[in-house]
């Protein structure tokens, strides 16, 4: 028998949950085939097996909370692929529909092999009306769903939150309640940035292999502002101030089960091409799940993307125990006022939220400036000005 084990536990972590089984009982399973997920606070485990066998008992059951090292189920290393009991079943079944078949064609008189499955309805049978058409689909919706309660037509359904949504939660909630959270808006003309992509995009593919996006501009804007402004880059530890003399960089990332919050190291000493890279492989560990403790512990400031799923303005909630946090929104021509004309540019809000315990006002919206004057003017961040 082979053990299936809870993988060693990230530092911090005591212990997770059984968030999925992918195989039951009787299930053949190929060598490094997922059989179970396990979930910590921050991160979902893929607990793969170590050699081929088939599944035969299930210890640990979905949403039991487990330890490091952990027996999770058995597995048998023996595989008889050539006369495994599914394939004895899907036999016999086979062969008892065949017989029937056989039969039933045997006993079916001459003329007889045209007749209808269903006896044709009496003439007094009348069409069901469309209110009781949609009763009876209900009725079946419910059969198939057995957990949904219905009153009246009204469903509901509990499902059990999951240990990153619980986390994620807990996280948020105590950042409203433990900070004096406020927000600062500023808008940027992205019309600059716009003209840098277009004119550069493709001889900055071809040389990196990476496609240039908007985070590293904000991303290095971002940093240029920090270094002027470094009670932003700093927290709150009791009753002392904690100042970092680097920029490591939270990039919220949003995936199916839940937001993610991966880190770029020292990214005052990344290159653009760089932060373009490890974004693009942030966001597709994330959904695969892969991400690991290190890479989203830590980070001094935040940038989130509400843009990307089309909303105009929000105010983000604070990544503790960060004291800031930049939130970008969707790019939208507007009519705005430049030199006494009217003309029509592509726009984005953005907006700052702060600990207003440790940053000031004043330095918020300079701080938020500092950004808007970067970006609308790009040659500001190669020279660092």
């Avoid at 793969?48 to 008992?57: D, F, H, N, S």
């Avoid at 597995?75 to 079943?89: H, R």
């Avoid at 950042?175 to 927000?183: D, E, I, K, V």
């Avoid at 001889?203 to 290095?220: C, I, P, R, T």
Wanted: with cysteine; charged share 30%.
């Amino acid at each position: 028998m082979i053990e299936i084990k809870v993988p060693i536990l990230p530092e911090s972590i005591n212990d997770a949950t059984v968030a999925v089984w992918h195989k039951k009982p009787g299930d053949s399973i190929a060598l490094d085939e997922v059989i179970v997920e396990v979930e910590t606070d921050k991160v979902v485990l893929e607990v793969p097996a170590t050699e081929p066998g088939v599944l035969t008992e299930i210890l640990a059951q979905e949403g039991e909370t487990v330890n490091e090292q952990q027996v999770l189920g058995l597995m048998n290393d023996k595989v008889d692929d050539n006369n495994s009991p599914e394939d004895d079943a899907d036999k016999t079944s086979v062969e008892e529909t065949e017989e029937s078949t056989e039969k039933a064609a045997m006993e079916e008189p001459e003329g007889v092999s045209e007749k209808p499955d269903v006896e044709p309805k009496p003439e007094t049978e009348t069409e069901p009306s469309a209110e009781e058409t949609q009763q009876l689909d209900n009725q079946e919706s419910l059969s198939e769903h057995p957990q949904m309660a219905s009153q009246s037509n009204r469903m509901e359904e509990r499902v059990a939150m999951s240990r990153i949504r619980k986390t994620i939660a807990n996280r948020l909630h105590s950042a409203t309640q433990s900070t004096a959270m406020l927000t600062t808006f500023n808008e940027i003309d992205m019309s600059a940035i716009l003209d840098m992509r277009s004119n550069y995009k493709d001889a900055f593919e071809n040389k990196y292999s990476v496609k240039l996006g908007f985070m590293s501009f904000f991303v290095k804007a971002a940093v240029e502002a920090l270094k002027k402004f470094p009670a932003v880059n700093a927290y709150i530890d009791g009753d002392d101030i904690v100042y970092h003399a680097y920029c490591d960089v939270s990039v919220a990332v949003s995936t199916d089960r839940g937001l993610v919050v991966p880190v770029l190291r020292d990214a005052h000493k990344m290159a653009m091409h760089d932060i373009e890279k490890d974004i693009l492989d942030f966001a597709a560990r994330a959904q695969e799940g892969t991400l690991n403790i290190e890479e989203m512990s830590g980070g001094t400031f935040t940038i989130s993307n509400g843009g990307v799923f089309g909303s105009l303005l929000s105010t983000p909630i604070l990544n503790s125990p960060q004291s800031a946090i930049l939130g970008m929104h969707k790019t939208q021509e507007r009519a705005i006022v430049i030199d006494g004309e009217v003309v029509v540019r592509p726009m984005m809000y953005l907006a700052l939220s702060y600990d207003h315990r440790i940053i000031d006002g004043k330095e918020a919206v300079q701080f938020l400036i500092a950004i808007k004057d970067a970006l609308e003017d790009p040659a500001r961040l190669l020279l660092k000005i």
